[in-house]
């Protein structure tokens, strides 16, 4: 494996809630496990950890070790996104749900008809979705270009919102670079790792962050040390 640079050009908008997704090892996790058909909705750890060796086995990026204070600890050796970006907007998506509309018509028998929009799946809802403006999105890594380019071919979207038309990518491109920028790049953190792994620990701003895949796990989320300088507006 070699230093690489993993560049995703957009043809859309992409919607996104902070600075340091999407993430690139989650994404080439899902997509090992998607082409497999091992893919599990809302998995436990115990069923994560099923699948660790397997993914371990086919992950076409290397794998890293932090000096934390609880001893070595593992990670994937690729950064957070990169990108500039030029306009950010924010957009809405709503639901109402409307019985016989956005569903068969509930059959009530002797029953009082009665809905519950609070909660279950007839909540409704209306939340803010912010979209920003970008022309490519670049992660660094350490790994085989052609192993990379492989699993990345099937995303076709990143971020939010992708069934609204938001992130769809236009092509993939994997090359080789001449440095390692995945974990620093000129002194400055890449990426969120865990705040007893960085020496320079107020240097940068904390919070609790899934840091590696699966992110959303409670399991992996701890404080870390979260870069400042990877993602910019212009």
């Given at each position: 494996m070699e230093p690489i640079k993993i560049t995703a050009r957009m043809a859309s908008p992409?919607?996104?809630?902070?600075?340091?997704?999407?993430?690139?090892?989650?994404?080439?996790?899902?997509?090992?496990?998607?082409?497999?058909?091992?893919?599990?909705?809302?998995?436990?750890?115990?069923?994560?950890?099923a699948t660790r060796a397997i993914v371990d086995a086919q992950m076409p990026i290397a794998k890293g070790s932090l000096e934390r204070d609880s001893g070595t600890d593992w990670?994937?050796?690729v950064s957070g996104p990169c990108y500039r970006y030029t306009i950010e907007q924010q957009d809405r998506f709503r639901k109402r749900w409307q019985?016989?509309?956005?569903?068969?018509?509930?059959?009530?028998?002797?029953?009082?008809?009665?809905?519950?929009?609070?909660?279950?799946?007839?909540?409704?809802?209306d939340l803010p979705m912010y979209l920003r403006s970008v022309d490519s999105i670049i992660w660094y890594a350490v790994g085989d270009i052609a192993g990379v380019l492989a699993l990345l071919q099937g995303c076709t979207g990143l971020g939010k919102k992708r069934s609204y038309g938001n992130g769809q990518v236009l092509e993939w491109d994997v090359s080789p670079t001449a440095e390692d920028w995945h974990l620093y790049r000129n002194g400055k953190l890449m990426?969120?790792?865990?705040?007893?792994?960085?020496?320079?620990?107020?240097?940068?701003?904390?919070q609790t962050w899934g840091?590696?895949?699966?992110?959303?796990?409670?399991?992996?989320?701890?404080v870390c040390s979260m870069p400042t300088?990877?993602?910019?507006r212009v």
């Open positions: 992409i919607a996104l809630f902070d600075d340091w997704t999407p993430s690139m090892d989650s994404l080439l996790e899902w997509l090992i496990l998607d082409k497999l058909n091992l893919t599990t909705p809302n998995p436990t750890e115990e069923q994560v950890q990670y994937w050796q019985p016989g509309t956005d569903s068969p018509e509930p059959r009530w028998g002797k029953r009082k008809p009665k809905w519950n929009t609070s909660e279950g799946a007839e909540k409704s809802y990426k969120p790792i865990p705040i007893d792994a960085v020496p320079n620990r107020g240097e940068y701003p904390a840091w590696r895949p699966p992110s959303w796990a409670h399991w992996n989320k701890v300088k990877t993602v910019r």
